[in-house]
């Protein structure tokens, strides 16, 4: 099916090469732009997506606020700004809930649309017109091996192993509601693929006063979602990581960087993560700050990293002791978050932290 989506469906996938192709010259140059009531409007409507991407629930609604036009440029305006902060998690965040707006819109026209309605016997053409326009080939109820194995190898649900699905002459049968999950994760993919953008300083510094509120509330956010510190949940690459520092073991600079990093997105303060380290027999207190201090993004460039995920650690060789939970996430933040949830609906045994936010020492 050729794909010819109308203007208005074009600000439902603004991620496609028809819709940036549509948007381009409307607008003048970004540094012009930004300067006017116009950019300064395009500017609120991305940080209004922005702010939609951090929140945790999220409804989407089938009416957009501004012309199809707006809604492109804001979208491509939420990928700067997310370039600029330069943050993996915001980064995260902004391409899945880009993913999940296509799929609400993707689920949705093929319910509406008449000019999606379906023959007796077919079904899912907007997506596979969909999917074919990001590269991947779905036909009717199946899709050739080699597609399905790169798309789903991000994914943890044991449905998608290969080990459970049906391969017949070098296709994957998938149902009807899977082939959208399937474009989702494929819009998830390509968008998360090529950011961080490369943009011109001065261009984040022009952003940076607006990006200010937006960054704060995704830090509160942050710490909100991570609640209360309990080292009884960590990942198992983390808890190694405290016992070789507790037992003296001097960590590589991967280790260091890891731990701490992990350690301050979960809401542990620079006091804290600095007595941790004081465990460790040849803690020096200035040394540690400014490592500390410099990660968490207090140092000289204000870059503030974050944990690396599962992949990363494996090629540090820090991934180590793992667990049933490991097989289901692919970042160890998820793992803290997911085993922190399920302890707290089994029960309300809780670690008691130290004041500081320190978690309590390891019994000797
Ligand atoms: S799989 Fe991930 S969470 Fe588990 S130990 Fe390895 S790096 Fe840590």
Redesign the pocket.
């Given at each position: 099916m050729d794909y010819s989506p109308s203007i208005k469906e074009l600000s439902h996938f603004p991620f496609l090469k028809k819709a940036q192709d549509h948007a381009r010259g409307r607008f003048s140059s970004l540094d012009s732009l930004l300067s006017d009531a116009r950019g300064q409007a395009l500017v609120d409507r991305a940080l209004d997506r922005l702010q939609d991407a951090i929140t945790p629930k999220k409804t989407f609604t089938p009416d957009v606020t501004g012309t199809p036009e707006e809604e492109i440029a804001a979208y491509a305006m939420a990928r700067i700004i997310v370039s600029c902060v330069n943050d993996r998690q915001l980064i995260d965040r902004l391409t899945r809930y880009e993913a999940e707006r296509a799929y609400y819109f993707l689920v949705r026209e093929e319910d509406w649309n008449s000019n999606y309605q379906q023959e007796d016997g077919e079904y899912s053409r907007l997506c596979v017109a969909l999917a074919a326009e990001l590269g991947i080939r779905i036909t009717q109820d199946r899709m050739p091996l080699v597609d399905y194995v790169e798309l789903v190898a991000p994914l943890h649900e044991d449905r998608f192993h290969l080990v459970n699905r049906r391969i017949e002459k070098g296709f994957v049968a998938i149902r009807k509601d899977e082939r959208y999950e399937l474009v989702r994760e494929r819009v998830r993919l390509l968008l998360r693929r090529d950011l961080p953008h490369k943009v011109p300083a001065a261009l984040c510094e022009q952003l940076s006063p607006r990006v200010a509120a937006l960054k704060k509330a995704y830090q509160e956010q942050m710490l909100q979602q991570f609640g209360s510190i309990e080292e009884s949940a960590f990942?198992?690459?983390?808890q190694a990581l405290i016992t070789a520092l507790t037992a003296g073991t001097n960590l590589t600079h991967a280790g260091r960087f890891s731990l701490t990093s992990f350690l301050h997105t979960i809401g542990m303060d620079l006091n804290g993560i600095a007595a941790l380290y004081a465990r460790s027999p040849d803690f020096n207190p200035d040394m540690t700050m400014y490592q500390v201090e410099h990660i968490t993004g207090r140092g000289g460039s204000g870059t503030e990293y974050t944990a690396p995920a599962?992949a990363a650690?494996?090629t540090t060789g820090?991934?180590?002791?793992?667990?049933l939970?490991?097989e289901k996430?692919?970042?160890?933040l998820s793992?803290y978050k997911v085993k922190k949830r399920d302890a707290s609906k089994k029960g309300p045994k809780k670690a008691e932290n130290n004041p500081d936010g320190t978690p309590p020492a390891s019994p000797a």
């Open positions: 990942p198992p690459c983390m599962c650690m494996r820090l991934c180590v002791h793992r667990d939970l490991c996430v692919s970042h160890p793992y």
